[in-house]
């Protein structure tokens, strides 16, 4: 489906940019307004040289460079102030995407390419930034210039003028067609650019995988495809272009011989003096920048749409998940939870994942979740931190129901601590202090002593100021964990909810780990997926979900006595252990 989208998206980032860019537009007056000013400078001074007058010569070369200096000063106000206004523009278009990014749910990102996104936000806003620029720039002058001067060239001579004009529509025609063609291609590539840029942050994120299947031959070749169509695709729009400029040059020399030509008759003809005719040939010498300027611009406009369309469309989505009008924080809770007749089911699959759960859990108590893959464990947990609504029923913390509070004064009083622990780049201390960037260092060492991380990163080279993430130091699995466990001891959360890591790790390790859990878990409301017999046995109560439904509930013990279906998957699962 083709977008609605043009460059009108952008005027409320414009507007805050007003002063700034009348300012730019005055220098731009002042600097086009001299152009027809030199052009009849350099008829008079050319007579003044023919009649070898220097005294008048050398005054109106000095009148020349004076009038070329004031111009330049105004073009160098103009480029400068414009830049200035054409950055903050793209800045604000960038902060506003991703602002807007970060209220879109799970279920947007789990849909949308990582790289295509990035790119979105990287290289088109760029081009949009640039559009801008160029456009007061370079365009909006060029325009000027081309206007002033046609009313300067009709006002010497609207004969010659009329002839030259001929020429003019045959020049716009060609311009406009192969400005569109330009754009069309120019989206093709970009689109192919984008699913490249998507397809290398697949590779390297899943490059352990491709080793292990000794794929590579197999991601090469895709990788190849990928590229050659992009390859493709850029070619036939530079070929385009490599036509389109000697077209119009070739047209525009055959303007001025025909402005020689024209020019002799009327002189014969008594209607223009020598010196007006010079006049009026650097005056049209003054016409082929800024047509050439403007030809440029709308190519790259044109393109600029595309980028202008690919950003806009991402301020359309719509968060599914959203803050009802009048929401109210979260107060302070004691963390009882409760699911009344929830049902759920993914938008995109439309089956029911969750069916009919109804269930309260006290403030303090700790539940594991057991069942086999896609019994909806993970879905139950993201109900309650609001990453999904369920189509039927309510979930209520102490007595609130979750859909009538802020997503922020909600989710800041749940920790989650996922299977695998994402470490974003920057420092350890960074990483412990995730979104709570004034926690000073002793409280997040204090937060590292309980998670059993203190001592291994105080053995690091520079301790907790030691870069992690892309490029930083690599940590074990275990260290990973306890990071991530020194992240929710951080946020002393009243609820937590806990996706239990599935990798083993070695007994020493496991030993730290289970201890730093122990201690987070105490006199908080937890759910665990769990994964292993320790925390199953360790649990207050035990959900064991089946198909979306949850058929038993009990300690371990008693669950184990009941002969249930419990004890058929605890058998299965956990029994070597
Ligand atoms: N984002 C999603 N979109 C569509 N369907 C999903 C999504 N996430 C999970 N599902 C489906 O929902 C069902 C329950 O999945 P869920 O992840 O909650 O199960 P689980 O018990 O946590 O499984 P596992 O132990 O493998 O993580 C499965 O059939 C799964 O395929």
Redesign the pocket.
């Known amino acids: 489906m083709k977008q609605p989208f043009s460059y009108w998206q952008l005027l409320p980032y414009l507007r805050p940019e007003f002063i700034t860019i009348s300012q730019a537009l005055v220098c731009t007056v002042v600097f086009v307004g001299l152009w027809p000013v030199l052009a009849s400078l350099a008829g008079l001074i050319s007579t003044a040289v023919g009649e070898g007058d220097v005294a008048r010569s050398a005054q109106l070369a000095g009148l020349i460079a004076l009038t070329f200096l004031v111009q330049k000063v105004a073009q160098y106000g103009q480029d400068s102030i414009m830049a200035k206004a054409a950055l903050n523009i793209a800045y604000q278009v960038r902060t506003s995407v991703y602002q807007h990014l970060q209220t879109l749910s799970?279920?947007y990102f789990?849909a949308t390419r990582t790289g295509d996104l990035s790119y979105r936000l990287t290289e088109d806003i760029d081009r949009v930034g640039e559009v801008v620029n160029k456009f007061f720039q370079q365009f909006v002058p060029s325009l000027l210039q081309l206007i002033a001067i046609f009313i300067y060239v009709i006002y010497l001579n609207w004969q010659l003028t009329l002839a030259l004009m001929v020429i003019a529509p045959v020049i716009a025609f060609i311009v406009t067609w192969f400005g569109e063609k330009v754009q069309t291609l120019s989206r093709r590539s970009q689109n192919y650019i984008a699913d490249l840029s998507s397809s290398l942050t697949e590779v390297f994120s899943g490059i352990r995988l491709i080793k292990a299947f000794a794929a590579e031959d197999y991601t090469f070749n895709k990788f190849c495809a990928e590229a050659e169509q992009n390859r493709k695709a850029r070619y036939a729009t530079e070929r385009l272009k490599a036509i389109q400029f000697p077209i119009v040059g070739f047209l525009e020399a055959l303007a001025v011989l025909l402005l020689f030509l024209l020019g002799g008759w009327q002189i014969a003809a008594g209607n223009l003096s020598t010196s007006e005719f010079i006049s009026y040939g650097a005056a049209v010498l003054m016409l082929i920048d800024p047509i050439s300027i403007t030809t440029a611009n709308y190519n790259e406009f044109k393109q600029g749409e595309a980028s202008v369309g690919r950003v806009f469309e991402l301020m359309r989505v719509q968060p599914r998940e959203k803050e009802q009008d009048g929401a109210i924080a979260l107060p302070s809770v004691q963390g009882k939870i409760k699911y009344d007749h929830v049902w759920f089911a993914?938008?995109?699959?439309k089956?029911w994942?969750?069916k009919d759960l109804n269930f309260t859990v006290d403030p303090g108590e700790m539940i594991a979740?057991v069942?086999?893959?896609?019994?909806?464990?993970?879905?139950?947990v993201?109900l309650l931190l609001r990453f999904y609504d369920p189509q039927q029923g309510n979930i209520f913390i102490d007595g609130i129901n979750i859909r009538e509070v802020t997503l922020n004064s909600l989710r800041g009083q749940i920790a989650l601590v996922p299977q695998e622990t994402i470490l974003f780049s920057g420092t350890i201390a960074d990483n412990i202090a995730f979104g709570q960037p004034n926690k000073p260092l002793e409280t997040i060492q204090e937060a590292a002593k309980i998670a059993n991380a203190h001592q291994f990163i105080s053995q690091l080279s520079q301790g907790y100021y030691t870069y992690v993430g892309e490029r930083g130091v690599n940590l074990s699995g275990g260290q990973r964990q306890r990071i991530a466990i020194a992240r929710a001891v951080l946020l002393d959360p009243t609820i937590l909810i806990l996706?239990e890591a599935t990798s083993a790790l070695d007994s020493e390790s496991e030993a730290l780990v289970q201890e730093a859990l122990d201690r987070l878990l105490k006199d908080r409301t937890v759910f665990i997926?769990a994964h292993r017999l320790a925390t199953v046995r360790g649990a207050d109560r035990i959900f064991v979900?089946e198909n979306?439904k949850i058929i038993e509930t009990g300690t371990h013990g008693q669950l184990l006595a009941e002969r249930s279906r419990y004890a058929q998957f605890y058998a299965q699962q956990f029994y070597q252990g």
């Open positions: 799970i279920d789990e993914y938008s995109q699959t089956e994942v969750l979740l069942g086999s893959s896609g019994a909806g464990k993970t879905s139950l993201n996706d997926i979900l979306g």
